[in-house]
Nanobody, 127 residues
Framework: VQLQASGGGLVQEGGSLKLSCATS????????IGWFRQAPGKEREGVSS????????YYTDSVKGRFTISRDNGKNTVYLEMNSLKPEDTAVYYC?????????????????????WGQGTLVTVSS
């Protein structure tokens, strides 16, 4: 199982970035995928998640209306489009695979739901 986040970088406040999570070694369409972030000196937090088929999504309050999660199971990739970025969005962003195969229901971002984690990608938002 491998997950690799990419697409991070330096952007000015108000700008946009689109992160990608490339996956391999498992059937992506069997699993909920989550995005998480860890800011300097802070604990890792859940940002967003998406159900197996993409019909259900979850966003933490601080990113609602600004971030959009999506997936292309045919390309084995999950995306996180981030708009109207703020300095407080600065963090290393990670994607992770649900610990439960074929989970039903609205996906969440409790970290104990997730078993496999990729390397992160750094997002820096300057003011």
């Amino acid at each position: 199982v491998q997950l690799q986040a990419s697409g991070g970088g330096l952007v000015q406040e108000g700008g946009s970035l689109k992160l990608s999570c490339a996956t391999s070694g498992f059937h992506l369409d069997y699993y909920t995928i989550g995005w998480f972030r860890q800011a300097p000196g802070k604990e890792r937090e859940g940002v967003s998640s998406i159900s197996r088929g993409g019909q259900s999504t979850y966003y933490t309050d601080s990113v609602k209306g600004r971030f959009t999660i999506s997936r292309d199971n045919g390309k084995n990739t999950v995306y996180l489009e981030m708009n109207s970025l703020k300095p407080e969005d600065t963090a290393v962003y990670y994607c992770a695979q649900d610990a439960i195969i074929r989970r039903t229901g609205v996906p969440g971002t409790r970290q104990n739901m997730y078993a496999s984690w990729g390397q992160g990608t750094l997002v820096t938002v300057s003011s």
